[in-house]
């Protein structure tokens, strides 16, 4: 058994502060004059100083340093924690066993296949390469803001890139709190860095035409798509015949399909229904008619039924079809975002462009297509004079001294004042 070390209020107050001697008064053990803490000590082990002291009846050693008066300090710390009953014993468990687990006991099941896969990647590349070898309670704040900090400067990662990195690893700590492997998150006040808009580009409804006339007939019904829905890549892919209702004249989006699988969309949001115009309407009839069938109940198929592949899409018919009818290289999603800025321009309202887009909010649809709505204020104005003039719009502007108008005041022509001539300026 170890002996109690005897601290005298004196040197008891050189290392703790009033909080302290108040927390350890209540349960030491006075002994002529001393204080007993009879549940710790301080020892030195190969000139390195030990906290030691009992929790629940286990003897814990915490290393110290070199320097008894760290170790003292360290031991009342613990002391009024274990008094409180705030003190936490942190399971030894290395980031890379932590990370594993938490990939296979919440994400695999929590998330997305995709976003599963994503959050491997980023674990396996980024985050087991910086902490992987660092017990999970000794990672500081200042460690993940330099990770971060250094795959953009050093590694020239993106700030979106370092974001994404943060993403999970703020997820696997918020859980670390939650399971008790650490009492605080110290990636809660990581500030992430700064990441500019992403840059949007969009055909005006003469490119869509231009577009879709020399698209291969073949794929011309799902461009048309594309642009008359604002439906994202997956989105469409996955389109069975029984997602459209042809009597409200709507497509009900359900599912995408990515990296060989189909899915749940991107949000809860993005199940919605979207309105069918007329010609999308037409089109799709007449695919159903003259298209390729599909044992899956697909829309949009290769020759034996089964979903296209994405990437071939894009290589074989997209870019060729922009590169036929001379126009730039947008990407896919630029459809989506052709199909917002169509519906903003014709003055739509935020909250069906918000719904039609699958956003979560419309302040989402306002922070990245306000830019693009037509300038209204003097429009605005004049329905205001509209509204509280009515009929008499026009006579107040043609005459502005008609009754009830302020007349125009009388300037004199000049003002004599201490012999200085001041006024309209006629005669001075």
């Known amino acids: 058994m170890l002996e ?11 290392f703790v502060n009033k909080s302290d001697r108040v927390a350890l008064s209540e349960f030491a053990i006075l002994k002529g004059g001393e204080i007993d803490l009879a549940k710790g000590s301080v020892v030195q082990r190969s000139g390195t100083w030990y906290a030691v002291f009992r929790d629940c009846g286990m003897q814990k050693w915490e290393r110290a340093g070199s320097n008894k008066k760290s170790a003292e300090k360290l031991l009342a710390k613990r002391m009024n924690q274990i008094n409180s009953g705030t003190y936490q014993d942190y399971e030894k468990i290395l980031f890379e066993e932590y990370s594993e687990k938490w990939l296979s006991e919440y994400a695999k099941i929590s ?3 995709s976003t599963y896969d994503a959050y491997s990647d980023i674990v396996r590349l980024h985050l087991n390469t910086a902490f992987g070898k660092k017990y999970l309670h000794t990672i500081r704040t200042a460690d993940i803001q330099k990770l971060v900090s250094q795959k953009i400067t050093k590694y020239g ?4 890139s370092a974001v994404n990195i943060l993403i999970p690893l703020k997820e696997m700590f918020k859980h670390a709190v939650i399971w008790g492997y650490i009492n605080r998150d110290p990636s809660q006040y990581v500030k992430r860095p700064r990441v500019e808009q992403e840059e949007m580009d969009f055909f005006t409804p003469e490119e869509v035409r231009l577009f879709l006339d020399h698209v291969n007939p073949a794929y011309y019904t799902l461009f ?3 642009v008359m829905t604002g439906m994202r890549r997956g989105e469409v892919l996955a389109l069975q015949w029984g997602d459209i209702d042809w009597n409200s004249n709507q497509i009900l989006v359900r599912r995408s399909y990515s990296k060989g699988e189909f899915i749940q969309p991107k949000t809860k949001n993005s199940i ?3 309105v069918i115009s007329p010609v999308l309407k037409q089109s799709l009839n007449r695919h159903k008619t003259f298209g390729e069938d599909s044992d899956m109940d697909l829309i949009f198929s290769n020759e034996v039924g089964l979903p296209l592949d994405p990437d071939n899409l894009i290589k074989r018919e997209f870019h060729p079809a922009l590169d036929r009818a001379g126009l730039r290289r947008i990407r896919f999603h630029d459809l ?3 199909y917002a800025s169509i519906l903003i321009a014709q003055g739509e309202n935020i909250k069906f462009v918000q719904s039609q887009l699958g956003h979560a909010s419309a302040k989402t649809t306002l922070d990245r297509y306000g830019h693009l709505m037509p300038n209204l204020e003097n429009d605005a104005a004049r329905r205001l004079d509209k509204t509280v003039f009515g009929n008499f719009v026009r006579k107040l502007l043609e005459s502005p001294n008609f009754e009830g ?12 004042l201490q012999g200085l001539k001041i006024g309209s300026g006629e005669g001075i």
Do not use: C, D, E
């Open 336 to 338: 989506r975002h052709t």
């Open 111 to 113: 998330v997305k296949k």
């Open 405 to 416: 108008t302020p007349t125009q005041k009388k300037i004199p022509k000049a003002v004599v």
């Open 4 to 14: 109690s070390v005897y601290l005298n209020q004196n040197t008891l107050s050189q």
């Open 224 to 226: 048309l798509t594309a």
């Open 272 to 274: 919605r229904r979207i």
């Open 157 to 160: 990662l993106s700030p979106k």
